[in-house]
């Protein structure tokens, strides 16, 4: 069957690789340009010596909430397929200390990174503070606004070559969070936090510049796209993100509130809204009421302009 191109998807023009023809390195720069931004863990951890290492991790996520899990992967050496300190670490005392970065600290957590030799103390190296934990032996990092203790469940390795990374299980034992950063909500400030992320190469994000919301459909199930007018799907007058803020609403008004919605914004129609000019001039207004956060207008609008808002 043959389809429409839709003019509101940009067309790529594509190179593609197989991972089996290319070399470790290479799959890396893919995989860290193609997969971010990405949160870091910043990881503390202790052996069985009493030598505390301390190091950042940006193959990391939050898995489960019961029981609280968060995993990290320290991957083995690309140049020789050796463990890193944390991995050696956790595999002697299965305990770790996960710490948020925020902005501010970037600098010192990249330094931290750094191939220090074994027993080396990366919290002095970097200037960065230890503090005692209260369920676990590696120490906490005074300056990231949030702590996590953690147990190690698990360390499963993914493969036996330089790149291959180790997944480490932690289950949350305890959660250390700045009270700077508790909205009166209970829930944590983005803002106050200014946590960091991973890019590929030397780029980062921060999560302070820039942000923005979607809404995500959790108690009800929108209209979806393809209830929209074929005219505003075909088009290309709405990007992909307007029609979907269109098909996540979860009803389309009434043909009566569709009609009121209409002659509030445009008082002194002299236009067919089902008409190529009408449409022109109701898209125009669609884009900027979804701009402005008036989905339900915009929604009624385009009712209006396929007749689905008549008797």
């Not at 389809?3 to 890396?28: C, I, K, R, Y």
């Not at 209260?134 to 990231?144: G, I, M, N, Q």
């Not at 469940?153 to 949350?172: D, M, T």
């Not at 074929?230 to 709405?238: K, N, S």
Request: charged share 20%.
């Amino acid at each position: 069957m043959n389809e429409t191109p839709n003019p509101s998807v940009m067309s790529w023009h594509f190179e593609g690789w197989d991972p089996a023809n290319l070399d470790t390195p290479s799959v890396q720069n893919l995989l860290h340009g193609a997969v971010g931004p990405r949160p870091i863990a910043l990881a503390s951890t202790i052996n069985l010596k009493g030598q505390v290492n301390l190091s950042p991790f940006s193959f990391f996520n939050v898995f489960s909430a019961k029981p609280p899990v968060l995993i990290f992967s320290p991957a083995l050496r690309v140049r020789d397929g050796s463990s890193k300190h944390t991995l050696l670490n956790v595999m002697e005392l299965p305990e770790v200390v996960i710490q948020v970065v925020p902005f501010a600290m970037v600098e010192q957590v990249s330094l931290a990174s750094s191939e220090f030799a074994e027993g080396v103390n990366e919290f002095q190296k970097a200037g960065l503070t230890a503090l005692p934990s209260l369920k676990v032996a590696p120490p906490r990092v005074a300056e990231s606004p949030i702590q996590m203790e953690c147990k190690v469940l698990e360390v499963k390795p993914l493969g036996s070559s330089g790149g291959a990374g180790n997944l480490v299980i932690c289950e949350v034992l305890y959660f250390h969070v700045a009270r700077e950063v508790i909205l009166p909500t209970g829930s944590i400030d983005p803002y106050a936090v200014d946590a960091v992320a991973r890019l590929g190469g030397d780029w980062y994000t921060r999560s302070s510049m820039g942000l923005f919301q979607v809404e995500k459909p959790v108690r009800t199930c929108g209209i979806g796209v393809d209830a929209l007018p074929p005219w505003l799907r075909e088009t290309g007058c709405l990007d992909g993100n307007r029609l979907a803020r269109l098909g996540n609403q979860p009803t389309i008004p009434n043909p009566e509130r569709c009609r009121e919605i209409f002659k509030e914004q445009f008082p002194d129609c002299s236009f067919d809204p089902q008409s190529p000019e009408g449409r022109r001039e109701l898209a125009k207004a669609m884009r900027q009421l979804l701009d402005q956060g008036r989905t339900e207008h915009a929604l009624a609008l385009a009712m209006i302009s396929s007749g689905a808002a008549e008797d």
